[in-house]
């Protein structure tokens, strides 16, 4: 009897295995994203996009495997973001990854009737731009990560690398809610750190009267902080700040490693990877069941420093050895 058990055993236990892994297999949850690209002519968006298929895989979310991945790129036109939008809710994607703040704004209006979970990611000013009511509680069928590093943070650098500064500039242009925003952070920042502040703000249409706003601020102030403002940091209008601060001889503290790179003297900022990472985390919480708005939103945990070294000889700053070690790019 013992021998006739073992055998039954030793035939059906095999094959009980093969049915119940076979039956978790049938069983695992295939997910669709839908990811709506705002361009991709700027390098930031592409590293933001890579950083999101990393920080899906490394969770085991994979294209191919459990994953259905639609990628599509408005290439910032707004009409074309939105049209994008509207064919993700007709695919009944599970979730909208918005790259970008004209993205978001667009997968937030494609899906006012059928309320698909949007998480974005590389937008400037979540909150100002309407996309969120609040960190904690957006208020609507979104969560994500923003690029903003707080400026009170970027100023605590900007101090150690300019023990001296007393006045600065803080020089916007009103055509974007991101700008007005952040602007306005900049001048309460300042206040706090007892700098006398020189803020120009300015509409698009004096956009060719530029170069005498910076001259203003060069000739008045020991330093010139460009917010977060997606119209001044364009590389036209960027040159020509540089151009005309270095002329004066004042340092330019800007929101971008690319900043820096063009000519800035430094920018506290996020990394792009590591943001789109970050924002795995929330898109998978949502693909597991979770409202959007039980997700706070959130501001980059990594936080790097970009120093340009050759600028700061040009304008005749020394920089501490101290600081330069805590920089994360240098450009010599």
């Not at 007393?166 to 974007?176: A, M, P, R, S, V």
Request: hydrophobic share 40%; proline share 5%.
């Amino acid at each position: 009897m013992r021998r006739l058990l073992r055998l039954l055993v030793w035939i059906l236990v095999p094959g009980l295995i093969w049915a119940v892994s076979s039956g978790c297999q049938e069983k695992e949850e295939h997910f669709h994203i839908g990811v709506l690209q705002w361009t991709e002519r700027i390098r930031p968006f592409e590293r933001t996009y890579k950083g999101v298929l990393d920080g899906l895989y490394s969770k085991g979310f994979k294209q191919g495997l459990n994953l259905k991945i639609s990628y599509k790129n408005a290439e910032q036109d707004k009409s074309v973001a939105l049209k994008i939008g509207r064919e993700f809710v007709k695919e009944d994607v599970d979730v909208i990854v918005a790259l970008g703040t004209g993205s978001s704004l667009a997968a937030l209006k494609a899906t006012e009737d059928k309320r698909i979970p949007i998480v974005f990611s590389i937008a400037g000013a979540p909150k100002a731009t309407g996309l969120i009511q609040d960190f904690n509680d957006s208020g609507r069928n979104i969560t994500g990560v923003s690029m903003r590093v707080p400026v009170r943070t970027q100023f605590e650098l900007f101090k150690e690398i300019l023990p001296g500064l007393k006045k600065i500039g803080i020089l916007y242009c009103t055509e974007t809610p991101q700008a007005i925003s952040t602007g306005k952070e900049a001048a309460l920042a300042a206040r706090e750190f007892g700098w006398e502040r020189l803020v120009v703000f300015f509409p698009a249409q004096e956009l060719p009267r530029l170069s005498e706003k910076v001259k203003f601020l060069a000739r008045k102030a020991d330093a010139i902080y460009v917010p977060t403002d997606p119209v001044l940091d364009s590389p036209e209008n960027l040159n020509t700040i540089i151009r005309v601060a270095d002329n004066q001889r004042i340092p330019v503290f800007a929101v971008t490693r690319k900043d820096v790179e063009d000519g800035a003297l430094m920018a506290v900022h996020c990394d792009f990877y590591e943001i789109g990472k970050q924002a795995a985390n929330p898109i998978i919480q949502v693909l597991k069941g979770v409202d959007p708005r039980m997700i706070p939103s959130q501001l980059p945990t990594m936080k790097k420093l970009s120093l340009n070294l050759t600028k700061a000889r040009h304008l005749g700053i020394q920089i501490r050895r101290n600081s330069i070690l805590k920089a994360d790019n240098i450009f010599d």
